[in-house]
């Protein structure tokens, strides 16, 4: 009995160590930080008679130009959203601000100016302690912990029937 408790704490050291280096080095071992979030905006037509479109420009982290937004699956900033007033982008990134902008266009592809600036986020961490790698490590270490305990159990109940054998 005691040497399968030595061999089940060895396992737990093992996998803790390897846990530990996993997390040091930036592997997410239980929370996937690549989360998206989709977006609809809707603006006022333009009332000049030879508007033939808009541009919808995108950017994180700061508010103002210029507007070079990348990630979205429609495209970089600006993205021509033809003669529409109401364009949704997808697979924007959680856990950023996103600030928006419209301008029309004419026939001539001549641009008007900004209009007001938008912004939108989305966080979708339940657990904020999950995105760190300490907070990971600790619920690591709380789930081998009841792996051992688990299997210590186990190891004992397995044990018993043996000798009632």
């Given amino acids: 009995m005691f040497h399968s408790f030595i061999k089940v704490l060895w396992n ?80 924007l990134r959680d856990n950023k601000i996103y600030f928006f902008v419209v301008t029309a266009y004419d026939t001539f592809r001549r641009e008007s100016i900004y209009s007001n600036e938008v912004s939108t986020s989305k966080s979708t961490t339940a657990f904020p302690m999950l995105e760190s790698w300490w907070g990971k490590g600790i619920v690591i270490s709380l789930l081998i912990v009841l792996h051992v305990i688990v299997s210590i159990k186990k190891n004992k109940t397995s044990k018993m029937g043996d000798s009632a054998s």
């Fill in 12 to 91: 737990a050291v093992l996998f803790t160590s390897l846990v530990f280096f996993c997390s040091v080095i930036g592997i997410s071992c239980l929370v996937d930080p690549g989360h998206a979030f989709d977006v609809t905006l809707t603006w006022d037509a333009d009332t000049e008679s030879d508007c033939i479109g808009y541009y919808l420009y995108y950017k994180t982290d700061s508010s103002g130009p210029p507007y070079q937004g990348v990630g979205a699956r429609e495209g970089n900033s600006p993205i021509d959203v033809g003669n529409v007033t109401s364009f949704t982008l997808h697979k």
